[in-house]
């Protein structure tokens, strides 16, 4: 009889959900986890709206200068808007990121799943983001349009005209070493070598770096004002790239001796054989100034 009294008297204090009566002793905003859920909306008609410019050259996706992928400007977005909704503290998760592109290119459907935990209940919401696509020309390919350059690296040789193969293998070193903001303006092939015309001042360094690297020699940097913008001073940049003078296995002639190149010690000379006597020789960078490539006679 007394445990039917306390049990009445335990319920008569039950708490209820002022929403739909149901009975919880757990509570998330005055309302029960049912009803709390069902008042959640992670994105507003306005949050389901963003625009990304294109650029109609090279098919790249802008936000601002910074390039960018429409899902990743979708997710920020979605993100942002779930935070200054919820709290700042909000813990958002962005999944299953789709994007179509429709006819004309003009927009772009983006489908996902957002997550969130809300006053510590998860919520998850299956949403569709539309991407207004603003086409413009961006400023990467407005400057090879307009032939821009901030530099040229110029390939030459060592005491010595560059052989057409040498050349080749240089400017595919150079178009190996371009990064994603780089470009070649133009190529000029003249006499002594060739000139290629570059983005900037570290792309033509990285260029120029690679080439030596991997064919030899070294290369030196000169600079040249071009104008001022902004207040600062605007330079062009020269890089001076010399290949080896000589090749492993080709033979020179130095006085009267004829020598087979073995191995080229970078900024210092040649070792090599001499043919006639079969001694392993050296021959400095001043001596080589001297010196002819002349035909194996073996």
């Known amino acids: 009889m007394k445990e039917k009294k306390e049990e009445r008297k335990r319920a008569k204090w039950r708490k209820f959900c002022p929403k739909c009566g149901k009975q919880t002793d757990e509570f998330f905003d005055s309302l029960c986890e049912d009803c709390f859920r ?48 919820y709290g700042s503290d909000c ?38 983001v539309a991407v207004i696509l603003n086409r413009e020309t961006c400023e990467r390919c407005g400057r090879i349009a307009g032939g821009y350059y901030a530099g040229i690296v110029q390939i030459r040789a060592e005491c010595r005209v560059p052989t057409d193969d040498e050349l080749a293998a240089a400017e595919e070193i150079a178009y190996s070493s371009l990064g994603e903001e780089d470009f070649v303006s133009k190529e000029q092939t ?7 015309y570059v983005s900037s001042m570290d792309c033509g360094r990285r260029i120029s770096r690679a080439i030596v690297k991997k064919l030899g020699g070294s290369f030196s940097k000169s600079q040249k004002l071009y104008g001022r913008k902004d207040g600062r001073d605007i330079y062009r940049v020269s890089f001076s790239v010399r290949l080896p003078g000589f090749k492993s296995g080709e033979v ?5 001796k004829q020598i087979s190149v073995e191995k080229i010690v970078e900024g210092k000379g040649i070792e090599g054989e001499d043919i006639n006597t079969g ?9 080589l100034m001297r010196a002819k490539i002349l035909n194996p006679k073996y």
């Open 38 to 85: 069902q008042g959640i909306t992670l994105l507003e008609p306005q949050d389901r709206e963003v625009s990304l410019n294109v650029c109609t050259h090279c098919g790249s996706y802008f936000k601002g200068k910074e390039r960018t992928s429409i899902e990743a400007v979708v997710a920020d977005s979605v993100r942002k808007a779930i935070r200054k909704k």
């Open 91 to 128: 813990a958002v998760e962005i999944t299953g990121l789709r994007s179509e592109i429709e006819e004309g290119e003009r927009r772009a459907r983006v489908f996902l799943v957002a997550n969130a935990e809300i006053e510590g209940v998860a919520i998850e919401e299956r949403d569709e």
């Open 190 to 196: 003249l006499k002594e070598g060739l000139d290629i």
């Open 252 to 256: 020179v002639e130095i006085g009267d």
């Open 279 to 287: 001694e392993s020789v050296f021959v400095s960078k001043k001596e």
